[in-house]
């Protein structure tokens, strides 16, 4: 099971990302841009994801991943059982969601992408 702790981690070593307590929720942001955000009981993670993409991820594992909230349906943003991501898959949509707050070149860098 990934943890709040395991994510941070991930999020932490990101260029310009930045940890805050909204509401006693644990949210990850690059500017005023949330990435990453937790449930109050730390069991879902929020993330950032392509909006026309998630319908697609949602229901290729809806034992994993949800669509958001009613009210967060405008944003580009999925949520996961956290029980359900292993570190990897984890790692990926993490960084996945921070490239989405960055500009190209800051991203490309710390990736080590051409």
Do not use: N
Not at 59 to 75: A, K, L, N, V
């Amino acid at each position: 099971m990934i943890t709040v702790e395991d994510v941070r981690r991930v999020a932490l070593t990101l260029p310009r990302a930045y940890e805050v307590l909204v509401r006693d929720r644990i949210k990850f942001r690059v500017g005023s841009l949330v990435f990453v955000a937790f449930s109050r009981d730390e069991t879902l993670m929020g993330f950032g994801f392509p909006r026309e993409e998630r319908e697609h991820l949602v229901s290729s594992r809806p034992e994993t991943f949800q669509m958001p909230s009613p009210g967060d349906m405008r944003y580009q943003w999925v949520v996961a059982d956290m029980a359900a991501l292993d570190p990897d898959e984890m790692e990926e949509l993490v960084i996945d969601a921070w490239r989405m707050c960055v500009p190209k070149g800051v991203a490309r860098e710390f990736l080590g992408e051409d």
